[in-house]
């Protein structure tokens, strides 16, 4: 169940988020409790920040600026990526992420069976390139606007069965779970969001079969569902899965920022989807990030990342609450 001592959550679109978008200078963000206490409500609310002016100095390795960023809040998460990784375009990358692309919606790590939470993304360089701006979608107002104008659809989200799939570089992850995951003693408290195209498997018919016949309802009924042929199932799923793609993908639900080197975004990992507009080097010459252009200079565009569990941020949120109500906090 849901821990209701938490900072009340608040669904956004781009417009509602504008105002209530938290942005704190890096060098309050380090020094006061107070700043740290208000951004990380405000994250726990709405599941993105921004930290500003963050150093860049310091590129290459594990003990960056990104490191203390983090550990302000808690530990890292450590993955097969790192402690810290890095977002560079690569010429033949197999992974997405490392060119210069369009990186359509998703969540990260959707495959393993605890994904992370928290993602932290700071721009290291962003130099010589036109594009690239990132955007970001709050699933839980996708998933509210569906609800409302497609109950049928929202069910089928909430029970039916996707497979999240990664093979590459010796290793394989896969987990089974449906795109929405709502809170089994409270169907009406969302807990996560599953939704990362790139790494969707095929979809398996018997267990889809199995799921609609046999599923609790997230609206509340129990009783079996008559419509339980499998391919009935997966057409609802394919449709309802479409409709998911195409609230996702509206602009008025969609908020843009292009990154600047010192940027850093904060996003909850389980609610909000994250993507990268594909981008061109000006100088056509220029191989990549980290690529020398004239008179040595360095472009391309370089973002460092890491994650953190739901745990430690929220457990940071309470003792710095706790603090507040002593109005010990400066």
């Known amino acids: ?110 495959h393993f069976d605890h994904p992370p939470r928290w993602q932290f993304l700071h721009s290291l360089q962003n130099t010589a390139i036109v594009g690239g701006s990132s955007y970001f979608v709050d699933t839980y107002h996708i998933a509210q606007l569906i609800k409302q104008s497609h109950p049928e659809a929202y069910e089928t989200l909430c029970t039916a069965p996707v497979t999240f799939e990664y093979e590459n570089g ?54 079996p569902n008559p419509d339980g042929d499998a391919t009935s199932q997966l057409l609802k799923l394919h449709s309802a899965l479409a409709l998911f793609a195409d609230l996702a993908g509206s602009a008025e639900n969609q908020y843009h920022v292009q990154l600047e080197p010192g940027d850093c975004v904060i996003f909850d990992n389980r609610r909000v989807l994250h993507a990268r507009t594909a981008f061109e080097f000006v100088d056509h010459q220029a191989g990549g990030a980290g690529s020398k252009g004239k008179e040595g200079e360095e472009r391309g565009r370089w973002l460092k990342g890491a994650y953190m569990d739901g745990d430690e941020l929220s457990s940071r949120w309470r003792v710095l609450e706790a603090k507040r109500r002593r109005g010990e906090l400066v």
Do not use: C
Not at 172 to 200: G, K, M
């Open 1 to 110: 169940m849901v821990d209701g001592n938490l900072p009340p959550l608040k669904t956004w679109d781009k417009a509602t988020l504008r105002p209530a978008l938290a942005l704190a200078s890096y060098k309050d963000y380090s020094t006061s409790d107070a700043a740290l206490h208000k951004l990380l409500g405000s994250l726990l609310q709405t599941g993105i920040a921004f930290v500003g002016q963050v150093p860049t100095a310091e590129k290459k390795g594990i003990n960056t600026e990104l490191r203390k960023l983090v550990e302000r809040i808690g530990s890292l998460r450590k993955t097969w990526y790192g402690d810290l990784w890095d977002v560079r375009a690569e010429e033949g990358s197999k992974n997405i992420a490392y060119t210069n692309l369009d990186l359509g919606l998703h969540m990260d790590l959707t």
């Open 170 to 223: 010796g290793q394989h992850t896969r987990w089974i779970r449906p795109t929405i995951e709502v809170d089994p003693l409270n169907p009406e408290v969302l807990l996560a969001v599953n939704y990362s195209p790139p790494f969707q498997g095929p979809f398996h018919l018997p267990s889809l079969s199995k799921s609609a016949t046999s599923s609790p309802s997230p609206m509340g009924s129990s009783s």
